[in-house]
Nanobody, 125 residues
């Protein structure tokens, strides 16, 4: 059984930084892209960033220049460095994995294969 476990959420003031990490276990992840989504209260889950098996990165426009996604060499851990945080970044952040030979389906959360339990990020003004 696959497990994705997120770490690193918390409370931070606007302008601050947080680093989320996600560890994947339970199978080999050859060919899997990994990504981060978020969901604020009353809103749908939305794409934040993803990194393909080959290392290509994808970002939603509102985090470009502020967030950076990376992956360890074993490709079972993914990170999201979040800088210049804003109150509107407040949400539960989810790690996800999807088998994707080409570009990951960033516009369609339902197509991702595995999900973590989520970690709360709260940015105070």
């Amino acid at each position: 059984q696959v497990h994705l476990v997120e770490f690193g959420g918390g409370l931070v003031q606007a302008g601050g930084s947080l680093r989320l990490s996600c560890t994947a276990s339970g199978r080999t992840f050859g060919g899997y892209a990994m990504g981060w989504f978020r969901q604020a209260p009353g809103k749908e889950r939305e794409f934040v960033a993803a990194i393909s098996w080959s290392g290509s990165t994808y970002y939603v426009d509102f985090v470009k220049g502020r967030f950076t996604i990376s992956r360890d060499n074993a490709k079972t851990r993914v990170y999201l460095q979040m800088n210049s945080l804003k109150p509107e970044d407040t949400a539960v952040y989810y790690c996800a994995a999807v088998y994707a030979v080409d570009s990951p389906p960033i516009a369609t959360p339902s197509r991702w294969d595995y999900w973590g339990q989520g970690t709360q990020v709260t940015v105070s003004s």
